[in-house]
Structures are given as C-alpha cells and as structure tokens.
C-alpha cells in the first residue's frame, strides 16, 4: 500500500522556522523525484519546490529561494520541507507528491499538512 504521510506542520510566528516531513512507503522510493506543493485559502495549489530522485537537483518558487530547502534520504524513504524566515503568506497546507522518473509514469500525493504563519 502507497503511502506518503506528511508532518511537522503547525502554528509559527513570523520569522520562525518549521522543518515539514514527508514519510514513503509501498513504493521504491529511489525512482521518484520527489516535490513540496502548498495549497494557500482560495488559491490554486502551486509548486514549492522540487527534488531529483537521487537528489542532485533542486528547484524552488521564486517566493521561497533562499529561505525553504528540500533535501531528502533516500536510505530513510523521507523527504524534508526546511522552511526558514516563514512569512504570513506561506500560510497553506502543504503536500508531498511523488513522481516516477520514468515510464510507466505514476504520481502519489499526500494528505497534506497544515502551516499556519501568524502573530
């Protein structure tokens, strides 16, 4: 059974760090690049950034670079969300997706997790 469980999600002041978790399982984790997507209140889900399955290659949103860094494990399964000097605009839940480097080509989500930047 395919699972992606997110955590690490929770209420932050402005400025504060989280570090958001993304645990795999029931697929071989190593042939999926993996990303950070976030869905804002009455915004369409967009990309936050994005990791190559053997983590070489990173791309991010330009309204996180220099403060979000993906990295992942790939002896763990795990994939991680830094996120450092948190606005009140990166307010959102924020999903985990896998994506299969090659054919046949399969995508996995999470169920999310909720980020909250507030005073």
Do not use: H
């Not at 399982?25 to 190559?52: K, N």
């Amino acid at each position: 059974q395919v699972q992606l469980v997110e955590s690490g999600g929770g209420l932050v002041q402005p400025g504060g760090s989280l570090r958001l978790s993304c645990a795999a399982s029931g697929f071989t984790f190593r042939d999926y690049a993996m990303s950070w997507y976030r869905q804002g209140p009455g915004t369409e889900r967009e990309l936050v950034a994005r990791i190559s399955s053997g983590g070489g290659n990173t791309n991010y949103a330009d309204s996180v670079k220099g403060r979000f860094t993906i990295s992942r494990d790939n002896a763990q399964d795990r994939v991680y969300l830094q996120m450092n000097s948190l606005k009140r605009e990166d307010t959102a839940v924020y999903y985990c997706k896998a994506e299969r480097v090659r054919l046949p080509k399969t995508t996995y989500w999470g169920q999310g997790t909720q980020v909250t930047v507030s005073s």
